[in-house]
């Protein structure tokens, strides 16, 4: 089943045109590996489908509903907000607020739960991606892959239909990158639905069932993550996919 | 020193104190809690980039950072009354300070407010709160907590600065020295003494900074 669909995403920073013209088509269930070099847009699609940046053309259709990106209004695209997750490369947790206050606060204020039952939640949301014990902690205090696993739980804590994950764990340390990576895994067995920017080409491969390779504002070359790394079709993929798995990143 | 100068300063230790605590301190309280509103409402905007609005803050710091807290207290004490506005000294003095204060605040508040790292932000509005929302509970709190020091520092600053307000026939503490001075001709005593009201004053707040900055560090962040 089409959780979401877009189409001729466009969007200019000034003259410069990151995004080309995006089709996209997202299932219930498919754990999407968006990868493509530096600069290619990855991270500005991601944002465009969170509304974080305003898409110059474009039209979305999330569970149904058609969705105008341009024109939007506040209220449609808050909405929207609440069926989906943006997990950021920098973690971006409220730093006034402990481990469990930061997957609490979403529900409290934006969906005014009672504070014990989103407490309640949070505590579950929190052992879900292995941080029970840590509830009281504030960011500051957690290392970079306990953070992002609270970032996690975090995005998990609203029950989203999707979640976006901008290289969860490029800012990493190689020893912390394991923990995210299996806290994803363990979703993408649960039959979350996500799309993840990764430079983790063993979690492309691994755990997602459908890659697009970006490139220059344009999806190049997309499929099931088998026929993806099995026979890309061009050689520009064929050679970046090389350079990842010999560890080199970009 | 001779008996009679202690007499003197025995004698108006009191007198001196007591407009301290009648007009001094709530002249300081009154117009710094003003000068915070106007603070984080300036800031706010300037932060939010709220067109038009932000103008009008630029040019209210430019103009007030850009002209004496004198000049200011007279043109308004004694300035408008001539367009018809006539004000009592008293209010006149809290109106003008929160002003004054409001516009070196407001730019602690907006610098404390940029030092928020951003992400927050856009963290927020993922978790489907509002903008608002955003600000009153995950911003501004830490904000405060960043402008917490250098906001201290202005309210010391305006304790002692309340002394202008002798300028406009508000009886504080230092006009009151004035007068003891006048019937008494001992200006060096006398002014020794209200200066050491102020630096008592002045000690009591750095220690409450000092507890509320401890405080803050557990609370916030
Ligand atoms: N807010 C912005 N303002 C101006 N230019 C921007 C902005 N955000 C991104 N860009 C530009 O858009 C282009 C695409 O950026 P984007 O971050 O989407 O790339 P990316 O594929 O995520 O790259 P990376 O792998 O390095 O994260 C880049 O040239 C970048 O400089
Ligand atoms: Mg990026």
């Given at each position: 089943m089409t959780l979401l669909k877009a189409t001729g995403i466009k969007k200019k920073f000034g003259d410069q045109e990151v995004l080309r013209g995006i089709d996209l088509?997202?299932?219930?269930?498919?754990?999407?590996?968006?990868?493509?070099?530096?600069?290619?847009?990855?991270?500005?699609?991601?944002?465009?489908?969170?509304?974080?940046?305003?898409?110059?053309?474009?039209?979305?259709?999330?569970?149904?509903?058609?969705?105008?990106?341009?024109?939007?209004?506040?209220?449609?695209?808050?909405?929207?907000?609440?069926?989906?997750?943006?997990?950021?490369?920098?973690?971006?947790?409220?730093?006034?607020?402990?481990?469990?206050?930061?997957?609490?606060?979403?529900?409290?204020?934006?969906?005014?739960?009672?504070?014990?039952?989103?407490?309640?939640?949070?505590?579950?949301?929190?052992?879900?991606?292995?941080?029970?014990?840590k509830e009281n902690s504030r960011p500051q205090e957690l290392s970079g892959g306990q953070?992002?696993?609270?970032?996690?739980?975090?995005?998990?804590?609203?029950?989203?239909?999707?979640?976006?994950?901008?290289?969860p764990t490029s800012a990493?340390?190689?020893?912390?990158?394991?923990?995210?990576?299996?806290?994803?895994?363990?979703?993408?067995?649960?039959?979350?639905?996500m799309i993840v920017v990764t430079h983790e080409i063993g979690?492309?491969?691994?755990?997602?069932?459908?890659?697009?390779?970006?490139?220059?504002?344009?999806?190049?070359?997309?499929?099931?993550?088998?026929?993806?790394?099995a026979n890309p079709r061009q050689e520009r993929v064929r050679s970046f996919i090389r350079r990842l798995e010999n560890g080199q990143g970009e | 020193m001779t008996e009679r100068v202690l007499e003197i300063l025995r004698d108006s230790f009191t007198k001196i104190l007591i407009p301290g605590i009648l007009v001094t301190i709530p002249l300081t309280v009154l117009a710094f809690s003003f000068a915070l509103i106007i603070a984080v409402v300036v800031a706010l905007i300037q932060f939010a980039k709220v067109r038009g609005?932000?103008?009008?803050?630029?040019?209210?710091?430019?103009?007030?950072?850009?002209?004496?807290?004198?000049?200011?207290?007279?043109?308004?004490?004694?300035?408008?009354?001539?367009?018809?506005?006539?004000?009592?000294?008293?209010?006149?003095?809290?109106?003008?300070?929160?002003?004054?204060?409001?516009?070196?605040?407001?730019?602690?508040?907006r610098a404390a407010l940029e030092?928020?790292?951003?992400?927050?932000?856009?963290?927020?509005y993922c978790a489907g709160m509002s903008y608002l929302q955003i600000m009153?509970?995950?911003?501004?709190?830490?904000?405060?907590?960043?402008?917490?020091?250098?906001?201290?520092?202005?309210?010391?600053?305006m304790v002692k600065d309340t002394s202008l307000a002798a300028n406009?026939?508000?009886?504080?503490?230092?006009m009151t020295t004035q007068r003891i001075v006048a019937r008494t001709y001992e200006p060096l005593a006398l002014y020794a003494e209200v200066a050491l009201i102020y630096l008592i004053f002045c000690t009591v707040l750095t220690r409450l900074q000092r507890a509320g900055e401890k405080r803050l560090a557990h609370v916030a962040q």
């Amino acid at each position: 089943m089409t959780l979401l669909k877009a189409t001729g995403i466009k969007k200019k920073f000034g003259d410069q045109e990151v995004l080309r013209g995006i089709d996209l088509e997202v299932r219930r269930g498919d754990v999407i590996a968006v990868i493509g070099p530096s600069g290619s847009g990855k991270t500005t699609l991601l944002r465009c489908l969170e509304f974080l940046e305003r898409p110059d053309e474009g039209l979305m259709v999330f569970d149904g509903q058609e969705i105008d990106m341009p024109t939007a209004p506040k209220a449609t695209v808050a909405a929207l907000r609440k069926r989906t997750a943006f997990v950021f490369q920098n973690y971006n947790l409220f730093l006034n607020r402990t481990a469990l206050g930061n997957v609490t606060e979403g529900l409290i204020v934006a969906r005014r739960m009672p504070r014990s039952q989103a407490e309640e939640i949070g505590r579950r949301m929190l052992a879900k991606v292995g941080m029970s014990g840590k509830e009281n902690s504030r960011p500051q205090e957690l290392s970079g892959g306990q953070q992002q696993r609270v970032a996690i739980a975090r995005a998990l804590a609203g029950n989203p239909d999707l979640i976006l994950f901008d290289e969860p764990t490029s800012a990493l340390d190689p020893e912390l990158i394991g923990e995210v990576l299996g806290v994803m895994r363990q979703l993408a067995e649960e039959g979350m639905t996500m799309i993840v920017v990764t430079h983790e080409i063993g979690f492309a491969r691994n755990v997602s069932n459908k890659v697009l390779f970006m490139e220059d504002g344009l999806i190049t070359e997309m499929g099931s993550s088998a026929e993806f790394f099995a026979n890309p079709r061009q050689e520009r993929v064929r050679s970046f996919i090389r350079r990842l798995e010999n560890g080199q990143g970009e | 020193m001779t008996e009679r100068v202690l007499e003197i300063l025995r004698d108006s230790f009191t007198k001196i104190l007591i407009p301290g605590i009648l007009v001094t301190i709530p002249l300081t309280v009154l117009a710094f809690s003003f000068a915070l509103i106007i603070a984080v409402v300036v800031a706010l905007i300037q932060f939010a980039k709220v067109r038009g609005l932000r103008q009008i803050c630029r040019f209210y710091i430019w103009v007030i950072r850009g002209t004496p807290l004198l000049v200011q207290l007279y043109l308004i004490f004694y300035g408008l009354p001539s367009l018809g506005v006539v004000l009592n000294a008293f209010p006149c003095a809290v109106l003008v300070f929160a002003i004054n204060e409001g516009a070196y605040c407001a730019e602690t508040m907006r610098a404390a407010l940029e030092s928020v790292p951003r992400g927050q932000i856009e963290a927020g509005y993922c978790a489907g709160m509002s903008y608002l929302q955003i600000m009153r509970r995950i911003v501004l709190p830490q904000a405060f907590r960043t402008a917490f020091p250098p906001l201290s520092n202005s309210l010391i600053g305006m304790v002692k600065d309340t002394s202008l307000a002798a300028n406009i026939t508000v009886v504080e503490m230092f006009m009151t020295t004035q007068r003891i001075v006048a019937r008494t001709y001992e200006p060096l005593a006398l002014y020794a003494e209200v200066a050491l009201i102020y630096l008592i004053f002045c000690t009591v707040l750095t220690r409450l900074q000092r507890a509320g900055e401890k405080r803050l560090a557990h609370v916030a962040q």
